[in-house]
């Protein structure tokens, strides 16, 4: 039936084969204020290979309420405008989403599978996360990598330096029952 470990292979893409582009990563960066127009440069470069996949430039201007997208990736021309809204906030302050063109629906989060030509939400584009397809050992390697890659910058609360000590202990111990158990096989 195709279920976790049947040895069926898929070719349907995930998340990890498309380029992300989040809205958060972009207002940190400072691409996206009030009253401000910005322009940011963005580009993915496959790990393996470390060939470049995609690069693009991003122009925002919230107080026009589009954000512009000109490019390339894997091969092929990006030309998109999107309409970005803002959402007050009931502390203060405000947060930005991008109107998905497939959906219609805000999102924070936009992808870019491979030979397509515009940027939309995970959902608009109905591909699942990666995560999804693979087993408890998987998740666990996957979540250790990703701890790892994280720079905490140098002043980070002691306790979101512990959480992510956690999540890596956590991610261990799986793969290291794993490693026994398959150990003891041979």
Request: proline share 4%; hydrophobic share 35%; charged share 30%.
């Given at each position: 039936?195709?279920?976790?470990?049947?040895?069926?292979?898929?070719?349907?893409?995930?998340?990890?084969?498309?380029?992300?582009?989040?809205?958060?990563?972009?207002?940190?960066?400072?691409?996206?204020?009030?009253?401000?127009?910005?322009?940011?440069?963005?580009?993915?470069?496959?790990?393996?290979?470390?060939?470049?996949?995609?690069?693009?430039s991003i122009v925002a201007d919230v107080g026009c309420g589009q954000i512009t997208i000109k490019g390339s990736a894997f091969g092929q021309?990006?030309?998109?405008?999107?309409?970005?809204?803002?959402?007050?906030?009931?502390?203060?302050?405000?947060?930005?989403?991008?109107?998905?063109?497939?959906?219609g629906k805000r999102c924070t989060v936009l992808i870019l599978p491979p030979g397509k030509t515009f940027f939309a939400s995970i959902g608009?584009?109905?591909?699942?996360?990666?995560?999804?397809?693979?087993?408890?050992?998987?998740?666990?390697?996957?979540?250790?990598?990703?701890?790892?890659?994280?720079?905490?910058?140098?002043?980070?609360?002691?306790?979101?330096?512990?959480?992510?000590?956690?999540?890596?202990?956590?991610?261990?111990?799986?793969?290291?029952?794993?490693?026994?158990?398959?150990?003891?096989?041979?």
């Amino acid at each position: 039936m195709g279920g976790i470990g049947s040895g069926r292979r898929t070719t349907t893409l995930d998340t990890d084969d498309c380029l992300r582009l989040s809205l958060t990563d972009l207002r940190r960066s400072g691409a996206i204020k009030r009253d401000l127009w910005a322009r940011r440069e963005r580009g993915w470069v496959e790990l393996r290979t470390k060939r470049t996949v995609g690069s693009v430039s991003i122009v925002a201007d919230v107080g026009c309420g589009q954000i512009t997208i000109k490019g390339s990736a894997f091969g092929q021309l990006i030309d998109q405008t999107l309409k970005v809204v803002a959402q007050p906030q009931p502390l203060g302050g405000e947060r930005f989403f991008v109107i998905c063109p497939l959906s219609g629906k805000r999102c924070t989060v936009l992808i870019l599978p491979p030979g397509k030509t515009f940027f939309a939400s995970i959902g608009g584009w109905g591909v699942p996360y990666a995560s999804t397809r693979q087993c408890k050992v998987g998740r666990a390697y996957r979540a250790m990598r990703k701890v790892e890659e994280t720079r905490l910058p140098k002043y980070t609360r002691k306790a979101t330096r512990d959480r992510y000590q956690r999540r890596w202990l956590k991610a261990f111990e799986i793969v290291s029952d794993w490693e026994e158990r398959l150990s003891h096989l041979m």
